[in-house]
């Protein structure tokens, strides 16, 4: 994500609904058009990219690594206490953790902290254990999402060659406030689809 095939200019891309980087800020001072970021192209940059802030990178990398510390601990909790049927629920805790990941799974957290809830006040060591790991992952993984996209927001609205990238890239949609839609490779214009040709 650090090279960027020569084009660091706005007026150099195809398909873009601003003839200048100017007006694109403009546009979203204004609150005119909303820019959204692909995620996962936003935990890249984040991890790797052209203008991506050192303090940034480090918050990002230390949250990543909380699932896989979390599933250190979980194991270890395990052969301290030496209940060796918990580590059958360590495929039901990756199907869950992938669960977390869909929208819509509002109820699954809620169920997730009251079982947290409930086995910190009876203190029921392998419900609190059961229960953490998953939302340690939910929490690390949606607060790595919105700093991304966050941190790449206000880059890009700094960043003309970075901006250039990231569109190039298929990561970024502008939607403007009459409801027109433009990526890089379409647009919805007035409820009607075209599709660019690459």
């Avoid at 984040?46 to 510390?69: A, C, D, E, F, Q």
């Avoid at 052969?79 to 992938?98: E, K, N, T």
Wanted: charged share 15%; hydrophobic share 50%; proline share 3%.
């Amino acid at each position: 994500m650090t090279a960027n095939s020569g084009i660091d200019r706005v007026e150099d891309l195809k398909e873009f609904p601003f003839q200048t980087f100017a007006a694109y800020k403009k546009v979203l001072l204004d609150k005119q058009a909303k820019a959204s970021i692909d995620k996962m192209v936003a935990v890249q940059w984040t991890r790797n990219g052209i203008h991506s802030s050192p303090g940034l990178r480090k918050r990002v990398m230390l949250l990543i690594s909380l699932t896989p510390l979390s599933v250190i601990a979980f194991v270890v909790y395990v052969i301290s206490v030496r209940h060796w049927l918990l580590f059958l629920a360590l495929p039901v805790l990756w199907m869950v953790q992938s669960m977390l990941l869909l929208r819509g799974n509002t109820m699954l957290i809620a169920l997730l902290f009251a079982g947290l809830a409930w086995g910190v006040v009876n203190q029921i060591g392998w419900l609190t254990a059961l229960t953490l790991l998953p939302l340690v992952y939910w929490y690390a993984n949606r607060t790595v999402d919105r700093q991304s996209v966050a941190g790449l927001a206000a880059a890009l609205e700094s960043h003309e060659d970075l901006l250039c990238l990231i569109w190039n890239m298929d990561g970024l949609r502008v939607t403007l406030a009459n409801g027109n839609e433009y990526c890089s490779n379409h647009k919805i214009e007035a409820g009607k689809f075209v599709s660019y040709e690459k």
